[in-house]
């Protein structure tokens, strides 16, 4: 037995006075993870054969009815695809090539702004740079586009100065520290991941998105060829997300140019020199993306059938990678879960519910689509409302699972970390209670937005926030399957906890449910 298997298979034992750990089942789980995982082989068809997987786009639809008929294969009944309106057609970029011309050839790196048009062809044409009016009011930045509109005509214009990125002495850490981890999750009084926040604009002043759909159709209206943004990350990762109008009338071609190449023609054109830049971009745009889906699938319960425990991940990504951190490996350690239960024959008391979401790029809106429509609020609920035990959540990218943090009171914190202490020795340290009902980050919010029980599973970063969430190097070679291999048991374990527990999970009661959120939010992104 290798060191890894012992690792995965060494079960500490644990007594509970209050909380049944079915220690039999755990330690099946955790041999047929060890023996028999299929994880990397599903994030493999998800990532090198499906990504990158756009909502509305067909490599989404395809990835889609391709874990419909895996999960069909693997012995889950009612595997299907969810329709719900997404709204815009589907976008997808075919292929993509763009040059530094003059004074110097090179070949430069970018990636596509999704929900663009295409150039029609290789066009070339000089580079210009112009700089807005930093946080403006809307009056400022029209007057400011008015008085330079005669400058983009026919131009390759460059939005903004070139970010200055300095050297980082002090690289964060790929693991959570145990006493990071610890006071993560701690019962008590737990402190909150450091994730970037939004921070909406001063009152008067309009917000980047705005600024941005501004830009974009004073660019189209007065003749522009090109739109070109600075990545402004090292090592030449790229972030490109879409068109906010979802419209590609209302832009001209749009690219995201790795910081390198933006300085480098920045610098040229200080010089004085003309930089001449061609690009040659083919975008697809597809009608029938306006309608999206969600793939859902059960293994049925016995004596608690209509009491469901659900699981899930996004299963769409954004196009510059192929989505592998996020988060084709969500969604394969999640497969990789109901797998397992499947494979050893276990029989839920609950029916286990998996749920893999589009529309999580642009707001949550799969989750939230079905949410509202299985489910309803807290304050309109629907049927389906008070037999939902809980809905397990994973989205942070390819780290091992360290704990738990649940929308309700301390009792749904002290369940989950009874059926996740067995898994101490694989570093999982607990579970936390939440009360915010305010969506947005990941898809168990949509659940808390709703009053239900969302669970989130909390990961360590690895390279996650620093080089894969949303950028050009989001590819399978980012994952580890060790940890992802930990994952999927400790997941398998918890959803087998709390199917088969004779209780519900506990909820807020109604003196106690915070109050709903005001509105929805637009999205994380």
Same mark, same amino acid.
């Given at each position: 037995? #290798?060191?890894?298997?012992?690792?995965?298979?060494?079960?500490?034992?644990?007594?509970?006075?209050?909380?049944?750990?079915?220690?039999?089942?755990?330690?099946? *789980?955790?041999?047929?993870?060890?023996?028999?995982?299929?994880?990397?082989?599903?994030?493999?068809?998800?990532?090198?054969?499906?990504?990158?997987?756009? #909502?509305?786009?067909?490599?989404?639809?395809?990835?889609?009815?391709?874990?419909?008929?895996?999960?069909?294969?693997?012995?889950?009944?009612?595997? $299907? =695809?969810?329709?719900?309106?997404?709204?815009?057609?589907?976008?997808?970029?075919?292929?993509?090539?763009?040059?530094?011309?003059?004074?110097?050839?090179?070949? =430069?790196?970018?990636?596509?702004?999704?929900?663009?048009?295409?150039?029609?062809?290789?066009?070339?044409?000089?580079? %210009?740079?112009?700089?807005?009016?930093?946080?403006?009011?809307?009056?400022?930045?029209?007057?400011?586009?008015?008085?330079?509109?005669?400058?983009?005509?026919?131009?390759?214009?460059?939005?903004?100065?070139?970010?200055?990125?300095?050297?980082?002495?002090?690289?964060?850490?790929?693991?959570?520290?145990?006493?990071?981890?610890?006071? $993560?999750?701690?019962?008590?009084?737990? @402190?909150?991941?450091?994730?970037?926040?939004?921070?909406?604009? +001063?009152?008067?002043?309009?917000?980047?998105?705005?600024?941005?759909?501004?830009?974009?159709?004073?660019?189209?209206?007065?003749?522009?060829?090109?739109? *070109?943004?600075?990545?402004?990350?090292?090592?030449?990762? &790229?972030?490109?997300?879409?068109?906010?109008?979802?419209?590609?009338?209302?832009?001209?071609?749009?690219?995201?140019?790795?910081?390198?190449?933006?300085?480098? *023609?920045?610098?040229?054109?200080?010089?004085?020199?003309?930089?001449?830049?061609?690009?040659?971009?083919?975008?697809?745009?597809?009608?029938?993306?306006?309608?999206?889906?969600?793939?859902?699938?059960? %293994?049925?319960?016995?004596?608690?059938?209509?009491?469901?425990?659900?699981?899930?991940?996004?299963?769409?990504?954004?196009?510059?990678?192929?989505?592998? #951190?996020?988060?084709?490996?969500?969604?394969?350690?999640?497969?990789?879960?109901?797998?397992?239960?499947?494979?050893?024959? =276990?029989?839920?008391?609950? @029916?286990?519910?998996?749920?893999?979401?589009?529309?999580?790029?642009?707001?949550?809106?799969? /989750?939230?689509?079905?949410?509202?429509?299985?489910?309803?609020?807290?304050?309109?609920?629907?049927?389906?409302?008070?037999?939902?035990?809980?809905?397990?959540? *994973?989205?942070?990218?390819?780290?091992?699972?360290?704990?738990?943090?649940?929308?309700?009171?301390?009792?749904?914190?002290?369940?989950?970390?009874?059926?996740?202490?067995?898994?101490?020795?694989?570093?999982?340290?607990?579970? /936390?209670?939440?009360?915010?009902?305010?969506?947005?980050?990941?898809? /168990? @919010?949509?659940?808390?937005?709703?009053?239900?029980?969302?669970?989130?599973?909390?990961?360590?970063?690895?390279?996650?926030?620093?080089? #894969?969430?949303?950028?050009?190097?989001?590819?399978?070679?980012?994952? &580890? +399957?060790?940890?992802?291999?930990?994952?999927? @048991?400790?997941?398998?374990?918890?959803?087998?906890?709390?199917?088969?527990?004779?209780?519900?999970?506990?909820?807020?009661?109604?003196?106690?449910?915070?109050?709903?959120?005001?509105?929805?939010?637009?999205?994380?992104?």
């Amino acid at each position: 037995m #290798t060191r890894k298997i012992a690792a995965i298979l060494f079960t500490p034992l644990f007594v509970f006075a209050e909380e049944h750990v079915d220690a039999d089942a755990n330690w099946k *789980i955790r041999r047929e993870e060890v023996e028999n995982s299929r994880v990397m082989r599903t994030l493999h068809m998800l990532t090198d054969r499906y990504g990158p997987r756009l #909502t509305g786009s067909p490599n989404y639809e395809a990835a889609g009815r391709w874990v419909v008929s895996t999960l069909t294969e693997w012995g889950l009944k009612n595997a $299907r =695809l969810e329709p719900w309106d997404f709204g815009h057609p589907g976008w997808l970029n075919d292929r993509a090539a763009g040059y530094l011309v003059s004074p110097v050839k090179d070949t =430069l790196t970018f990636e596509v702004v999704a929900w663009t048009p295409s150039t029609n062809g290789l066009i070339q044409g000089s580079a %210009i740079e112009v700089q807005p009016p930093e946080s403006p009011g809307k009056d400022d930045l029209a007057a400011w586009l008015e008085s330079h509109k005669e400058q983009v005509r026919g131009k390759m214009v460059m939005i903004g100065k070139a970010a200055v990125l300095r050297v980082s002495f002090d690289p964060p850490h790929k693991r959570l520290e145990e006493a990071e981890a610890r006071a $993560r999750f701690d019962p008590v009084n737990p @402190t909150r991941p450091n994730f970037p926040q939004r921070t909406p604009p +001063p009152p008067g002043k309009l917000s980047a998105n705005q600024i941005n759909e501004m830009i974009d159709g004073w660019l189209a209206a007065n003749g522009a060829m090109m739109r *070109i943004n600075d990545a402004g990350r090292e090592f030449g990762q &790229i972030r490109a997300f879409n068109n906010r109008t979802f419209d590609g009338a209302k832009a001209v071609p749009t690219v995201v140019l790795r910081n390198e190449d933006y300085g480098r *023609i920045e610098r040229l054109l200080a010089d004085g020199d003309d930089a001449r830049l061609a690009f040659d971009i083919a975008n697809q745009f597809y009608p029938e993306g306006k309608t999206s889906y969600n793939v859902v699938a059960e %293994i049925p319960g016995s004596d608690k059938a209509e009491e469901v425990v659900m699981l899930g991940a996004h299963l769409d990504s954004w196009h510059s990678a192929t989505g592998a #951190t996020d988060n084709a490996i969500g969604s394969s350690m999640m497969m990789e879960a109901v797998r397992i239960i499947q494979t050893l024959g =276990l029989k839920p008391r609950r @029916t286990i519910r998996i749920a893999l979401w589009s529309g999580e790029e642009q707001g949550l809106l799969g /989750s939230a689509a079905y949410v509202k429509q299985h489910f309803g609020t807290f304050e309109e609920p629907k049927p389906e409302y008070s037999k939902l035990v809980g809905y397990l959540n *994973i989205d942070s990218g390819t780290g091992r699972v360290r704990g738990a943090n649940v929308f309700g009171p301390a009792e749904a914190a002290g369940v989950l970390r009874a059926a996740l202490a067995p898994f101490e020795d694989l570093g999982v340290v607990g579970a /936390s209670a939440g009360n915010s009902r305010n969506p947005g980050g990941t898809d /168990s @919010t949509s659940f808390n937005a709703a009053g239900l029980p969302g669970i989130s599973l909390g990961q360590d970063p690895i390279e996650y926030q620093t080089n #894969t969430w949303h950028t050009n190097l989001d590819t399978y070679e980012r994952v &580890i +399957p060790d940890d992802a291999m930990k994952s999927a @048991t400790v997941i398998a374990a918890a959803v087998w906890h709390l199917a088969n527990r004779d209780g519900l999970l506990p909820r807020f009661d109604a003196a106690h449910m915070p109050k709903p959120p005001k509105a929805p939010e637009e999205g994380r992104r």
